[in-house]
């Protein structure tokens, strides 16, 4: 089954910019849905972004529509998660996770394959 690798995270300010890569072992990614989850220390998972395998249809957490923007690169086997304008509140360790789901999913549950995570910081 793939197995997803996170990286690009850092320590940045408030406003800039920072872009997460997801590679994948295994399988190409392009047979799944992918999605991109955040976790901040004491609070549950959350939806960030999520791209199908069937049509490559974005869909967005409210919180970061217009901010971030997940993409492919089918030759790279690897998607990007693009976040601008950035704020403290996006501090988290990004977690990248497979589908076999063909539909637009949120919940953790639907998602099958995790990575390990890669931490952002954003601080003034």
């Known amino acids: 089954q793939v197995q997803p690798v996170e990286s690009g995270g850092g320590l940045v300010q408030p406003g800039d910019s920072l872009r997460l890569s997801c590679a994948a072992s295994?399988?190409?990614?392009?047979?799944?849905?992918v999605g991109w989850f955040r976790q901040a220390p004491g609070k549950e998972r959350e939806f960030v972004a999520g791209?199908?395998?069937?049509?490559?249809?974005?869909h967005y957490a409210d919180t970061v529509l217009g901010r971030f923007t997940i993409s492919r690169d089918n030759a790279k086997n690897t998607v990007y998660l693009q976040m601008d304008s950035l704020k403290p509140d996006g501090t988290a360790v990004y977690y990248c996770?497979?589908?076999?789901?063909?539909?637009?999913?949120?919940?953790?549950?639907?998602?099958?394959?995790w990575g390990q995570g890669t931490q952002a910081t954003v601080t003034s």
């Open positions: 791209s199908t395998w069937s049509e490559n249809k974005a």
């Open positions: 295994g399988h190409t990614l392009r047979s799944y849905g």
């Open positions: 996770a497979a589908t076999l789901s063909i539909v637009p999913v949120a919940e953790t549950e639907m998602y099958h394959c």
